[in-house]
Each structure stands twice: as structure tokens, then as C-alpha cells.
């Protein structure tokens, strides 16, 4: 596979009567980490399997670098790609040594053992070796696993939940290692996972799919300020979805005045983060539950009209249950969907 | 997250047929080759025409259908009792020295029954091991047991463990606390055995059951032994001069194993759901004054199984050994006349084996992988030629070298024994390369696949590595299997090959007692080695 763009062409796939991928457009840039994000059975596992040529699509195409890997007539097989792939919970060979694992995709020859040296130095187990893959903790096992999908020097790498099985602590340590070890390779990177966080930490840009269909291709920020829907902006994060009145540049709303990043119709919903909304004395609103999270203190207010709404103010709670307050919107531009 | 195999397209998944087309090619050859000698049993018969009908409905048939019925019900019955309550009291009981049981009792498995039954029939004879023993004591020796009550006692002390094992394995992984619950609730340890053991245990009881009929009805050399005629028997005898006789028999033996394991598939209830093991280990039931009852029932059963026949051989063997005369023609023997026997037994048998091991291995990746109703099909072809006796597949395979043109070439040779071999027992290969196939998880094979490495090299690198250790079981069991295995061994082989059940045979009607004595123990030696590495140390009661 030449170097160059990862590109899927209007993909789709079922199995049996389960359709898992269904049109399913994306563009991965080469030297990149992009996510693949969405909830369990949304298809992004079975997109990745596709891209490394573990299923046949049904429709449409994959192309790397100009080239055609997969259409529903042809499947370059996977040994043939050039596709690295990190499995959920390694899928490292029980009866081969950590440094056969690495080895077993390298060609014989003299480098070999260097190669593999090397690959397990990256990922921080070099002199480990001649151990078993039983005799490992989670994380190495990863670490092992990463090494060695990387050690026959691939041109994409695609990672399949690698952190899933791994404890919080464990999990937010390997990431930020394997986002920064990623980004130093430049290697073209497709990554799956549930976990938003990990999917805005890891990724240069974030897939957002859902029941197998792409629903926004965006980097993380814009993902987050201007999701394309609803659904993707409570997904991404903490949303109050709230009715509104657009116009070209602003809503009204319960809050007052809303700035937009984009026209709206006359009838919308419109996006408030709670960390954009603030409290200022008043009588609209009332506490109505409060969670202290110590960098912050999350409120949620109900109105008299029976409106909720979600308020995330830094440090200590200022107010108390039964509290009276009213809210403003002190947020860059938002985003309002259709009604 | 959904996961599913590659399939070969609507229409074939609509039939069943999952995987990839050139398994499928492979399967089906493979499933067709263990159709053909019952698919020529049944084209015999109807080429015979009117001539079938009249020998099925006759006297010639119904005699020795009765005798292979009553006979196989008795010891099917009699070992479901032995086998089930020697379980409870090894796995539930406080019987002395239970961990010894649980080694010894199905320690009657390494004995081929018609090694049993000639050891039987040697203690009994005149200047035999009774004689010697009881006359000094002022007995008279005992009379000969033989006819059907010789078979059914020889029959039930070495088929039992095919009950026991399962049912031991069952008790085992009850949870404790279903007992306790039930003990709780005031019921005592006869009455939990009854209503709560019991229903879960007669699964594993009926498959035994199952396995000591089809056992039963294959048998040829203790009914032969004993002088009761059954169908095994009277197709054996009528395959030279009556051969659309020994057939239509052949037909009705077929029909009838075939029957019952049916009958015995449709009825089981597999269903079972898994129970999670029961923490705390197994509330024993006091045996009190039936602990002596209890140990003598397991003695017994053990020493008519195992003791006896092994100690009567064993002095038969010395006293050939030695040299001693004792009216025979020959008794003194050598170890060095049994290489050639042993080394053509060590041969057929492995050879049996890989063949067997490498022809299951394409439908076990079929069943267990891929699933599906064509899938079970092509599993029930392989299980039901274990059903159908090692006699017909034998007779079958040899009549169609003799007679369909182009095959003559393999009458009497050591790949058509092999052959027969294979179809029978190939099944036992199969249920241990499915368990192999299911160990190697998928994303392992994908893994090497992203890795680069092609087919081949994936079987070479991931799976037979990972399988290597079913395999090997599965392998041996149709070793062990092939060792044993008496009248396919005697219809098909070579002429001169000698394995040691023949010369076993042979020497027994011929009147060598020594020889067989010698020839036995070594059989039984290496069988028991084989067993206990295969079936006995494997078994889930022992844990």
C-alpha cells in the first residue's frame, strides 16, 4: 500500500440481516490519528475489520494512497496490506515469547532480533523478551501487542479498543503514551473506541458513528462546539439541548440571547454547554440538585415552567439546594439543530 | 459487537453451508468417504432384491436379532446401575480411600472385552488357574460360565466406566449446595440422590448408556467366545458361504445401532445449563454400616473388571514364560515372537490415528468455526459410522474391493484396514479437534493475518500449535481405539499381518494359553498406559 490518504468510499456491510456499516464515507489523513468513536454495536469495530481487509464489504470501496484495497468484487488480503492492528485485549500467539510475537511478522534475517529489540524498547519493555505472554500484566500485554503490530513497519496502524480491559489509572497512562509515540511515528492511525475522552486525547480528528452510519467527521473542538446533531452533541459531552428562536446570527432561548456560529430557522433547538452557562443572583431558576466535583461544581436547575437545565461553575458550590438564581449564556457561538 | 464468520454467499448461507467453499469441498469428500461402507451395506441388500426380503423376515434373523437385543438391553441396564452408584459413592460418599476409586474404577476400560472373556474362559479350563487353586483346598473347579450369562457378566465388568466416567464427571460439578438445600429442607441422602441428583445426572447416565449399547451390539469376541449367537456372530460365520445372508444381518445390526443412537440423540436433554461449581466442597453422606456393603460392591465390580482377568493372564503369561507343561502343545513361549504382532499394532494404529486426526480436522473447523445445519449433518455422518459396528464397516469395505472393479487392488491391504479404521472411529478424532479448533481464538489468526503471514503459515504458526494438544488426545484415543478393536482387525487386515488382538484371538482358539496369556498383558500394558494418559488422568471427576 503506497503512503497517502486512507479513504472509504460509501462502505457497506451486514452480516446476515445486521446491517453494520451502512454508507459509511470517511478519510483518514496520512500521518494522522483519527477516532472512531460511538457507542458498543454502532459498526465502527466492523469498519475497522473491513479497512484491514477482515471482511468482505458489500458495497462500495477502500483506497490508500490512490490504491484499491477492498471493493465488493476484490479484498487485497490482510497479509497483503501493510496493516498493522492492535487487538482488544492483544490477541498475542499464548504458545510463542513476548520477542516472538514481535518477530512474527518480520522477515528472517540478521536485523530481525534488532528490529524486535528495538520495537520493544519504543513501547517501554526492552530486556523482556524471552518472557511469556501469560506472565504479563494487562498493560504490557498491550504494550506487546502495539509493538508488535508496529515492528514490520506498517503504513496504517489500527487500534481496536486497545485500552478497554485496562483499569482507569492504567488506561489514562498508556494513552497519553501511545497518542504521544503515535504522533512522533507520523504513522496513519485508525482508532476505535466508546470512551469520548480517549477518542478527544488520541485524535486529530474524531469519526462520529452511530448504528453504522457516519454521523460527523470533525477535530475534536469543532466536534464539541458544533456537533452536527443532537444526538452527536450529547454524545461528545455534557449538552442542554434547549427550544429557541433563530435567526442569522443569534437565538432567543430561555436564557436570553444566544450568539450562533451559523444561521437558524425560526423554529430550533439550540446547544448550551453547561460550562458556558452562568449563575448570577436572581429568581428563574432553582437548585435543584448540585454535584461538587472539586475543580468544579455541577448544578441542575429547574424553572418554574418545568424546564431543566445543567450549570457547571468552577470550584466550591456558591449556592445550595432551594437556591434561587437566574442564568446567562457567556459561551463562544453555538450551534442550533432543527426542531 | 457483532462478529461472524465469512460466508459464501445468500444462497449457500440459506442452506447452511458456512465457510469458505473449498472446506466445504474438502468436508464433503471427506463425509461422503465415511458413507460409503453403509452406503454399500444398503446397495448390497437391494441388489439382492426379493432374496433380502426373505431372509429379514425368517427364523435365520429373528433368533439372533433377540439374542443381540436381550443381551445388549441386560448389559446396557446392569452397567447404568453399576457405573451410576459406584459415581455417587466414589464422588458423594465417605467410602474409604476414595481418591483410589476414582483412579481404579474405570480402570476396566483398558481391557478389550474379548480379552476379558478368553481370561474368563482360561481360568475355567481344565489344568486352568481354578483347578489350581481350588483343588489343593478340596474344591472341585467350577463349572464353565458361558452362553448368555457369560456375556452379559463379562459385557457388564468392562463396560460400566463407559457410565461411571460421565456420571462421576457430572456428580463432581454439581454444586454442592443443591444437595445441601435439599438436605436442609429435610429430605434424606437417598431421597436428594433421587430428586435432585438424579435429574441431573441422567443425561450423563443415558450417553453412557447409549456407549455400552452400541458396545454390546458391535461385540464379536466375547459372544464368540461364549458360544452366543448373535448378529455379530452370524454375519461373521455366514460372510464366506452366505454372503447375502451375513448382509441382510449386516443391514438389520446397522439399522439397529443406528436406531438407538438415534432415538437416544432425540431424547437427550443436552440442555443443561452449565453449573457454576459450588464453592464449598461436597456435603459427604455417611455411609455407616453400609461402608463394608459399599467397598465389597466396588471391589467386586473392579476385580471382575480388571483383578481377575489381569491375574489369569498374568499367570498364564509366567507359567509360558517359565516353560512349565501342563498337557498342552505349547506353552513355553518368547517376548521375542510378540515384536513383529506389537510393532504391525504400534503401526496400524498410529498410522490410523494421523490419517484420522488430518481427515477430521477440515470438518472440525466446519462444526466447530463455522456452524450450521450442514455443518451438523456432515458431524452426524462422522458420529453415526462410530455407531454402526467395526465388523460391518470391515465386511463392507472388503466385499466392495473384491467386487466393484478398479478396487481390487486394495483387497486385503494395509491402507483398506486403515481405511475401516478410520470410519469407525474417526468420530473420537473429531470431538477432540472441534474442542482444538474452538481454543484457537479467531482474532489469533487474525492477528498473524494483519501480520502478514498467509495460510499456510498461519496453520503451521498459530492454530496447530494451540490445537496440538487435542489433537494428540484425539489421536490417541483412536490409537487406543484401533489396539483393542478385534473383528474389523480380523476381517480386513493383510493376510499375515498379525496385530496382538489377532494373535490373542488366534492363540486362544488355537489352545496357546500361554501365548495369549503373554500376548495380553502386553496389549493390556500398553492399552493402560494410553488409557490413563487419554481418558482417565483427563477426566473432570478427578478434579
Not at chain 1, 440538585?289 to 455541577?298: N, R, S, V
Amino acid at each position: 500500500m503506497a503512503a497517502g490518504d486512507l479513504v472509504t468510499k460509501n462502505l457497506s456491510f451486514a452480516y446476515g440481516d445486521v446491517r453494520a456499516v451502512e454508507d459509511a464515507s470517511i478519510a483518514v489523513p496520512a500521518g494522522t490519528v483519527t477516532a472512531l468513536l460511538g457507542p458498543s454495536g454502532c459498526g465502527k469495530t466492523t469498519l475497522l475489520r473491513l479497512i484491514a481487509g477482515l471482511e468482505r464489504p458489500d458495497a462500495g470501496a477502500i483506497e490508500a494512497g490512490g490504491e484499491t484495497l477492498s471493493t465488493p468484487e476484490r479484498v487485497r488480503p490482510p497479509e497483503k496490506r501493510r496493516i498493522g492492528m492492535v487487538f482488544q485485549e492483544g490477541a498475542l500467539f499464548p504458545h510463542l515469547s513476548v520477542a516472538e510475537n514481535v518477530a512474527f511478522g518480520l522477515p528472517r534475517g540478521r536485523e530481525r532480533a534488532d528490529v524486535v529489540e528495538e520495537a520493544l524498547a519504543l513501547v517501554g519493555l526492552a530486556g523482556m523478551g524471552k518472557r511469556s505472554p501469560t506472565s504479563l500484566s494487562g498493560g504490557q500485554r498491550q504494550r506487546v501487542a502495539l509493538a508488535r503490530a508496529l515492528a514490520p513497519g506498517p503504513e496504517v496502524l489500527l487500534l481496536d479498543e486497545p485500552f478497554a480491559n485496562l483499569d482507569p489509572a492504567l488506561r489514562v497512562e498508556l494513552r497519553t503514551e501511545v497518542a504521544s509515540l503515535l504522533r512522533t511515528l507520523g504513522i496513519t492511525s485508525v482508532f476505535v473506541t466508546h470512551d469520548q475522552e480517549e477518542a478527544f486525547v488520541m485524535g486529530a480528528q474524531v469519526i462520529v458513528m452511530r448504528d453504522g452510519r457516519v454521523l460527523q467527521s470533525a477535530s475534536p473542538s469543532d466536534l464539541y462546539s458544533r456537533p452536527a446533531n443532537r444526538w452527536v452533541a450529547s454524545f461528545v459531552g455534557e449538552a442542554n439541548v434547549v427550544p429557541g428562536k433563530g435567526g442569522a446570527q443569534a437565538a432567543e432561548t430561555v436564557v436570553g440571547v444566544v450568539p450562533l456560529a451559523k444561521a437558524a430557522p425560526a423554529t430550533c433547538e439550540v446547544l448550551l454547554r453547561p460550562e458556558h452557562l452562568s449563575m448570577e443572583s436572581g429568581e428563574a431558576w432553582e437548585v435543584e440538585q448540585l454535584e461538587f466535583y472539586g475543580h468544579d461544581t455541577l448544578y441542575v436547575l429547574r424553572s418554574e415552567q418545568g424546564e431543566k437545565l445543567m450549570v457547571r461553575a468552577g470550584g466550591a458550590p456558591r449556592y445550595g439546594n432551594g437556591d434561587r438564581a437566574s442564568v446567562r449564556y457567556q459561551g463562544p457561538p453555538t450551534v442550533a439543530f432543527e426542531a | 459487537m457483532l462478529r461472524a464468520p465469512a460466508l459464501v454467499g445468500a444462497a449457500g448461507r440459506a442452506a447452511g453451508f458456512r465457510g469458505p467453499p473449498w472446506l466445504w469441498v474438502a468436508a464433503l469428500v471427506i463425509a461422503a468417504l465415511f458413507a460409503v461402507p453403509v452406503g454399500y451395506l444398503v446397495v448390497r441388500n437391494i441388489s439382492e432384491g426379493s432374496e433380502t426380503l426373505s431372509i429379514l423376515f425368517s427364523r435365520q434373523t429373528a433368533d439372533p436379532l433377540a439374542n443381540t437385543l436381550l443381551l445388549a438391553v441386560t448389559v446396557a441396564a446392569a452397567s447404568a446401575a453399576v457405573g451410576t452408584l459406584l459415581a455417587w459413592l466414589t464422588m458423594r460418599t465417605d467410602l474409604p480411600l476414595r481418591g483410589a476409586w476414582r483412579v481404579i474404577c474405570p480402570l476396566p476400560l483398558v481391557l478389550p472385552s474379548f480379552v476379558a472373556a478368553a481370561a474368563l474362559l482360561a481360568a475355567l479350563s481344565p489344568g486352568g488357574m481354578a483347578e489350581e487353586v481350588l483343588n489343593p483346598i478340596g474344591l472341585g473347579a467350577p463349572s464353565r460360565i458361558d452362553g448368555f450369562w457369560g456375556a452379559f457378566f463379562v459385557l457388564t465388568a468392562v463396560c460400566y466406566p463407559y457410565v461411571y466416567l460421565p456420571a462421576a464427571a457430572r456428580i463432581g460439578g454439581l454444586p454442592s449446595s443443591l444437595e445441601e438445600a435439599s438436605r436442609l429442607l429435610g429430605e434424606g441422602a437417598v431421597g436428594t440422590f433421587r430428586r435432585v441428583v438424579w435429574p441431573q445426572v441422567r443425561s450423563a447416565v443415558q450417553a453412557g448408556t447409549l456407549l455400552v449399547f452400541l458396545y454390546v451390539v458391535s461385540d464379536f469376541g466375547v459372544v464368540k467366545l461364549m458360544g452366543y449367537p448373535t448378529l455379530s456372530t452370524s454375519v461373521f460365520v455366514n460372510r464366506l458361504y452366505d454372503a447375502p445372508l451375513a448382509f441382510s444381518l449386516g443391514l438389520i445390526l446397522a439399522v439397529v445401532a443406528l436406531a438407538v443412537a438415534g432415538l437416544e440423540r432425540a431424547s437427550a436433554n443436552r440442555a443443561l445449563a452449565r453449573l457454576a461449581p459450588g464453592g464449598v466442597r461436597a456435603q459427604r453422606v455417611v455411609l455407616g454400616p453400609w461402608k463394608a456393603p459399599a467397598t465389597l460392591a466396588a471391589l467386586v465390580a473392579v476385580g471382575a473388571g480388571l483383578i481377575a482377568p489381569v491375574v489369569v493372564l498374568a499367570w498364564w503369561a509366567v507359567r509360558g514364560l517359565a516353560g512349565a507343561g501342563s498337557g498342552f502343545d505349547r506353552t513355553s513361549v518368547d517376548l521375542a515372537a510378540l515384536g513383529a504382532p506389537a510393532l504391525n499394532t504400534v503401526i496400524a494404529g498410529v498410522v490410523t490415528a494421523g490419517v484420522a486426526v488430518v481427515v477430521v480436522l477440515p470438518l472440525a473447523y466446519l462444526t466447530s468455526r463455522y456452524g450450521g445445519r450442514a455443518a451438523s449433518a456432515v458431524h452426524t455422518v462422522v458420529a453415526g459410522s462410530f455407531a454402526v459396528p467395526g465388523l460391518l464397516i470391515a465386511l463392507a469395505v472388503v466385499f466392495m474391493a473384491l467386487k466393484v472393479p478398479g478396487l481390487d487392488f486394495f483387497y486385503l491391504t494395509l491402507p483398506l484396514l486403515i481405511f475401516a479404521y478410520v470410519v469407525h472411529f474417526g468420530v473420537q478424532a473429531l470431538r477432540s479437534a472441534e474442542v482444538g479448533v474452538a481454543t484457537v481464538d479467531q482474532r489469533l489468526e487474525e492477528a498473524a493475518q494483519t501480520l502478514g503471514a498467509g495460510r499456510l503459515r498461519r496453520l503451521l504458526r498459530v492454530a496447530l500449535p494451540l490445537m496440538a494438544p487435542a489433537l494428540a488426545a484425539g489421536g490417541g484415543l483412536v490409537l487406543l481405539s484401533t489396539m483393542k478393536e478385534l473383528p474389523a482387525t480380523l476381517l480386513a487386515s493383510p493376510v499375515g499381518f498379525e496385530t496382538l488382538a489377532t494373535r490373542i484371538w488366534n492363540a486362544n482358539e488355537d489352545g496357546f494359553l500361554a501365548d495369549m496369556g503373554l500376548a495380553s498383558v502386553v496389549l493390556v500394558a500398553v492399552s493402560a498406559v494410553l488409557t490413563w494418559l487419554l481418558v482417565i488422568r483427563n477426566s473432570e471427576h478427578l478434579r
